[in-house]
């Protein structure tokens, strides 16, 4: 009797130890939040997928969670701007010119080149947005591939307008698209 309550036990403790470590975070979306990225004639552009109202700030960030993890902060006076479309950095590393009302604050290190980053990360501060993810070397070899309409949208691949407006929400949402569940 006393061995059949302690299987019956261990079963009880295995069940609620795996049924408590859920491998999604608790605040994570139901779709993977995607930005698109190109580079083109050696600027690397941004496109957020849907306009995103309100932002008050833009963070780049290349390498993250590796020692070479870099990052350039932009920000915007309230209320915000709009960011749909932002040409972010030249191969120099020198920002855009005409950034909708965003200004670097924090730019990236002057010895610093972004086209040997593994990754390039952007958050967005103001809405409520989420963080995507591109591969850098994937945005530079691939860009001039497709046509200029066409953004790197992560794990979703190279989409225009068309493709972004059909799948936001089905296979992914834009980062300031809200969560439909």
């Known amino acids: 009797m006393a061995a059949i309550k302690r299987v019956a036990c261990a ?7 795996t049924g408590a470590c859920d491998t999604k975070a608790q ?3 139901s779709l ?16 957020t997928g849907t306009p995103c109202e309100g932002v008050t700030g833009l963070r780049l960030t290349f390498d993250s969670g590796t020692k070479e993890s870099t990052e350039q902060v932009w920000t915007a006076p309230r209320p915000g701007v709009r960011v749909e479309r932002l040409d972010l950095l030249t191969t120099a590393g020198e920002s855009s010119v005409d950034t909708g009302g965003l200004q670097v604050r924090t730019p990236l290190p002057a010895e610093y080149d972004w086209t040997k980053a593994g990754s390039v990360s952007v958050a967005v501060d103001g809405p409520k947005a989420y963080g995507a993810k ?3 070397a994937q945005v530079l070899r691939e860009s001039a591939r497709h046509p200029a309409g066409s953004y790197l949208f992560g794990r979703s691949g190279w989409l225009d307008a068309a493709d972004v407006q059909r799948e936001n929400r089905k296979s ?7 969560d439909p569940e």
């Open 11 to 17: 079963a009880l403790l295995v069940a609620v130890v």
């Open 27 to 29: 605040f994570a979306p």
């Open 32 to 47: 993977p939040p995607e930005a698109g990225f190109r580079a083109d004639d050696g600027v690397l552009k941004l496109w």
């Open 134 to 136: 591109a591969d850098v």
């Open 172 to 178: 992914f949402l834009t980062v300031c698209t809200p």
